[in-house]
């Protein structure tokens, strides 16, 4: 699957997103930049991340493997106003740094583990495992019947 197949938009205008993906702009200025709307930058964004998704996707890994656990805060973004079913599991944070903004040092239950492996054939396997410090029951878990 390509993520260029089905689509209205140019080759150049892909290869420009994808440049300005590595570099991390905002939102409306990705959308300028390429000369599209907000909702088109959505799609293009979900339809490179899905390739990457499926090109990452591997079942099991072998030979020799090296291992790592790599921690990301967990993220509510989103408009949750109009749900009903959606309550925030936390404090909201605000944006920029407050003398009153208690950080937590270390690994907290704030963060999200996600266990990486990549074998010697370059083929990777990663997903998330748990919220906070990871245990070896959960390392093996994860890893059960996925190498070789």
Known sequence: MSPFS???LSLDRWLKYCELMILGLSIRKFAEEIRVGVKTYFYMRHRIL??????????????????D?????????GNHSKSTIFAMPRNHRKRGKSKNDKKKRGISKEQICIETA????????????CNGRITTNQIVNF???KIC
């Open 50 to 67: 899905d390739v990457i998704n499926l090109s990452l996707k591997n079942d099991k890994i072998e030979g020799i493997v090296e291992v």
């Open 69 to 77: 656990e790599y921690f990301i805060k967990e993220s509510f973004k």
């Open 118 to 129: 990549i074998d010697r054939k370059g083929n990777i396997l990663m997903g998330a495992v």
């Open 143 to 145: 890893f059960d019947n």
């Open 6 to 8: 089905n689509t209205k």
